[in-house]
């Protein structure tokens, strides 16, 4: 087991100083979602404009996976719509449980490693549980 | 029998965990299992298979003598009768059948039960279950910074509303070993009943149930070397004998018509359905493995690794310990500055080096010291300095991974 393929650069450094970790103002949406396993929580805050995501932060604590896969979620979607944001978690969700990934999914594939960690999963689909939570107007999501 | 040559009682231990020799550091969660055990759990299955306490045929005879055996062992064990001795699936079952047969009979409106900020969910959630369906409140006493019950608090907090107490023998997240005695003697001044939880501590340290004073004292035996799904629960005779069944069945009965059945004399009242039997062999068997060693030097043995494991993690820089009772046994909790516990648990683990990461169960303990979670290495009988310094440079190397 390499620990390098789950602690790389880009996710320690995602870790450290996590992007648009803040709270959004005039926020349309958020969710809040909860992994009762390990008690990480990341609240998901989004602007929605009609079918597209204008903007999103995150806020919460959780482990360097958590933390990062958040911190690169909101990079990934902001300006994408609905639709697109449903096929990258659904790549992403196969990416990290090791299925066969249907497109390039860019950064995010810095989360393979974490396929070969299998009590980690939830901690990387953790604040994509949350988006999509919020995307469809609930309040509150768990990884359970 | 030298402690340095335990590990090879131990077959799990003897294995590469990812490419590393195992140094299994979670012992709060389950014990490994000595040979010895593991034999009797199968000779049991392949020679003596059987029901017991009603068939006349010689397997029958034979594993109730075996059953029984282990519960007499038991008994001594902790300085008890073997009729006070009742086989439950573990401490988790014998708490809610206290709670279920004993507590909640007695509980009306507005009384209270008092139990502790650092109890294990076990020991709060069933008391939280009967407080609900009776209108009665849950009391907690406090912690101080150091992880140990402010027992001072306790005079202020008990009064003539309070109907029981339940209190953790050692604490499983903090390893504060708490002053039974004292509270146990507060209680029964203020005639408030008592239940252990004496899950961490019977395997750590000498346990006398008499000594005690203990109305009620319960353990599991997977923390104890034994196999899972066995444990005891201790009850003083007089009281067991005036609670009602916790559960109906077969063998705690002494004869059933439809208008009216008689139960079982104690334990036997308690033990509804055919019982974990190789689990009661295999515990009788883990008991007579550590009497070999000696209770007393298993204590020994183990404070003095928690003592240089804690002195050798204090001084890396970022790291603290949770839980700095005057008095602990065994469990060593830690975080390390920035670096989140479940991070901490994958990085030792890639260097075969195994702890428990997460909040252990203790909730509550987390809030008090507001943190979501912490390392925990917890140390038993096989565990050795060798084991301690790859505890201590796989903290380091987390620390490096993460710089």
């Given at each position: 087991?390499?620990?390098?393929?789950?602690?790389?650069?880009?996710?320690?450094?995602?870790?450290?100083?996590?992007?648009n970790?803040t709270?959004?103002?005039?926020?349309?949406?958020?969710?809040?979602?909860?992994?009762?396993?390990?008690?990480?929580?990341?609240?998901?805050q989004?602007?929605?404009?009609?079918?597209?995501?204008?903007?999103?932060?995150?806020?919460?604590?959780?482990?360097a996976?958590?933390t990062?896969?958040?911190?690169?979620?909101t990079?990934a979607?902001?300006?994408?719509?609905?639709?697109?944001?449903?096929?990258?978690?659904?790549?992403?969700?196969?990416?990290?449980?090791?299925?066969?990934?249907e497109?390039?999914?860019?950064?995010?594939?810095i989360?393979?490693?974490?396929q070969?960690?299998?009590?980690r999963?939830?901690?990387?689909?953790?604040?994509?549980h949350a988006?999509m939570?919020?995307?469809?107007?609930?309040?509150?999501?768990?990884?359970? | 029998?030298?402690?340095s040559?335990?590990?090879s009682?131990?077959?799990?231990?003897?294995?590469?965990?990812?490419?590393?020799?195992l140094?299994?550091?979670?012992?709060a969660?389950?014990?490994?299992?000595?040979?010895?055990?593991?034999?009797?759990?199968?000779?049991?299955?392949?020679?003596?298979?059987?029901?017991i306490?009603?068939?006349v045929?010689?397997?029958?005879?034979?594993?109730?003598?075996?059953?029984?055996?282990?519960r007499?062992?038991?008994?001594?064990?902790?300085?008890?009768n073997?009729?006070?001795i009742i086989?439950?699936?573990?401490?988790?079952?014998?708490?809610?059948?206290?709670?279920?047969?004993?507590v909640?009979?007695l509980?009306?409106?507005?009384?209270?039960i008092?139990?502790?900020?650092?109890e294990?969910?076990?020991?709060?959630?069933?008391?939280?279950?009967?407080?609900?369906?009776?209108e009665?409140?849950?009391?907690?006493?406090?912690?101080?910074?150091?992880?140990?019950?402010?027992?001072?608090e306790?005079?202020?907090?008990?009064?003539?509303?309070?109907?029981?107490?339940a209190?953790?023998h050692?604490?499983?997240?903090?390893?504060t070993?708490?002053?039974?005695?004292?509270?146990?003697?507060?209680?029964?001044?203020?005639?408030?009943?008592?239940?252990?939880?004496?899950?961490q501590?019977?395997?750590h340290?000498?346990?006398?149930?008499?000594?005690?004073d203990?109305?009620?004292?319960?353990?599991?035996?997977?923390?104890?070397?034994?196999?899972?799904?066995?444990?005891?629960?201790?009850?003083k005779?007089?009281?067991?004998?005036?609670?009602?069944p916790?559960?109906?069945?077969g063998?705690?009965?002494?004869?059933?018509?439809?208008?009216?059945?008689?139960?079982n004399?104690?334990?036997?009242?308690?033990?509804?359905?055919?019982?974990?039997?190789?689990?009661?062999?295999?515990?009788?068997?883990?008991?007579?493995?550590?009497?070999?060693?000696?209770?007393?030097?298993?204590?020994?043995?183990?404070?003095?690794?928690?003592?240089?494991?804690?002195?050798k993690?204090?001084?890396?820089?970022?790291?603290?310990?949770?839980?700095?009772?005057?008095?602990?046994?065994?469990?060593?909790?830690?975080?390390?500055?920035?670096?989140?516990?479940?991070?901490?648990?994958?990085?030792?683990?890639?260097?075969?080096?195994?702890?428990?990461?997460?909040?252990?169960?203790?909730?509550?303990i987390?809030?008090?010291?507001?943190?979501?979670?912490?390392?925990?290495?917890?140390?038993?009988?096989?565990?050795?300095?060798?084991?301690?310094?790859?505890?201590?440079s796989?903290?380091?190397?987390?620390?490096?991974?993460?710089?």
């Open positions: 087991m390499n620990l390098d393929e789950l602690y790389q650069e880009v996710i320690l450094d995602h870790s450290k100083n996590p992007r970790k709270e959004l103002e005039n926020f349309t949406h958020e969710a809040k979602g909860h992994n009762p396993l390990c008690g990480d929580q990341i609240s998901i989004i602007i929605m404009k009609g079918e597209e995501i204008s903007d999103v932060k995150f806020t919460g604590a959780g482990c996976i958590s990062a896969s958040a911190s690169i979620l990079e979607i902001k300006g994408k719509s609905k639709n697109e944001i449903e096929k990258i978690f659904e790549n992403f969700h196969n990416l990290v449980t090791g299925n066969k990934t497109e390039d999914l860019g950064k995010l594939t989360f393979e490693g974490v070969k960690y299998p009590v999963i939830k901690c990387a689909t953790l604040s994509w988006l939570a919020a995307i469809n107007g609930e309040k509150e999501t768990s990884t359970e | 029998m030298p402690l040559d335990i590990k009682d131990f077959p799990t231990l003897n294995q590469k965990i990812n490419d590393n020799d140094i299994y550091l979670d012992n969660a389950t014990t490994q299992k000595p040979i010895s055990v593991i034999n009797a759990v199968s000779d049991y299955y392949k020679k003596t298979n059987s029901n306490h009603r068939g045929h010689t397997l029958s005879q034979e594993a109730t003598e075996k059953y029984e055996n282990a007499k062992k038991i008994a001594k064990f902790i300085n008890s073997e009729k006070e086989f439950v699936r573990g401490a988790t079952e014998a708490i809610n059948l206290v709670a279920n047969s004993y909640r009979p509980l009306k409106p507005k009384d209270q008092i139990i502790t900020e650092m294990h969910h076990a020991n709060i959630v069933p008391w939280q279950i009967v407080c609900n369906e009776k009665a409140e849950l009391k907690i006493l406090p912690i101080n910074k150091k992880g140990e019950l402010v027992i001072n306790l005079e202020k907090l008990i009064n003539e509303k309070t109907k029981f107490m209190i953790n050692v604490s499983n997240s903090l390893g070993v708490n002053n039974i005695r004292k509270i146990v003697e507060i209680a029964h001044k203020h005639n408030v009943r008592i239940l252990i939880d004496g899950a501590a019977v395997q340290i000498p346990v006398d149930v008499k000594k005690i203990a109305d009620f004292y319960c353990f599991s035996g997977h923390k104890i070397y034994a196999p899972t799904g066995i444990g005891v629960l201790y009850g005779k007089n009281l067991l004998e005036e609670m009602p916790y559960q109906g069945g063998d705690m009965i002494k004869s059933v018509t439809f208008e009216k059945t008689i139960y004399d104690v334990p036997n009242k308690f033990e509804a359905g055919t019982p974990n039997i190789s689990g009661a062999i295999g515990l009788g068997t883990a008991i007579d493995y550590i009497l070999e060693i000696g209770i007393e030097n298993i204590a020994k043995h183990e404070a003095e690794l928690l003592n240089y494991a804690s002195e993690i204090r001084k890396i820089d970022g790291v603290d310990i949770i839980g700095n009772a005057k008095d602990k046994a065994s469990v060593l909790s830690f975080t390390i500055e920035n670096i989140h516990p479940h991070d901490i648990g994958t990085i030792m683990d890639s260097q075969g080096v195994a702890i428990r990461a997460g909040n252990h169960c203790t909730q509550p987390m809030d008090f010291y507001s943190i979501p979670a912490t390392a925990r290495a917890s140390f038993a009988i096989y565990n050795d300095k060798t084991d301690v310094d790859k505890l201590i796989s903290v380091r190397k987390t620390i490096e991974v993460f710089r």
